[in-house]
Nanobody
Framework: QVQLVESGGGSVQAGGSLRLSCVAS????????MGWFRQAPGKERGGVAA???????HYADFVKGRFTISQDNAKNTLYLQMNSLKPEDTAMYYC???????????????????WGQGTQVTVSS
């Protein structure tokens, strides 16, 4: 059974940083995609960043240069380093995983097979 558990959310002031973590268990696929998504109240869930098993990364335009996605395969952990946070980054952040190395045009689509419960990020001005 695949389980994704996020942590690292919290409240910060604009300009601050946070690092989100997602520990994956029961997910032992050689080829995969993992991503971070976010959903603010009243808005649809959207892609933030994604990474594939062969190391390709993809970012939403609104986080390029500020967020970095990475993975530690030895720890089965996915990370999202978030710098220069803005109030509009406030949302619930979700980790997701899929059993395929997605093409670039689908990496940020919220159609992944497995999802975590989310971790709240709040950025105040």
């Amino acid at each position: 059974q695949v389980q994704l558990v996020e942590s690292g959310g919290g409240s910060v002031q604009a300009g601050g940083s946070l690092r989100l973590s997602c520990v994956a268990s029961g997910f032992t696929y050689v080829r995969y995609s993992m991503g971070w998504f976010r959903q603010a109240p009243g808005k649809e869930r959207g892609g933030v960043a994604a990474i594939t098993s062969d190391g390709n990364t993809h970012y939403a335009d609104f986080v390029k240069g500020r967020f970095t996605i990475s993975q530690d395969n030895a720890k089965n952990t996915l990370y999202l380093q978030m710098n220069s946070l803005k109030p509009e980054d406030t949302a619930m952040y979700y980790c997701a995983a899929d059993t395929a190395s997605r093409s670039w045009w689908s990496r940020l689509h919220p159609t992944y097979a497995y999802w975590g419960q989310g971790t709240q990020v709040t950025v105040s001005s």
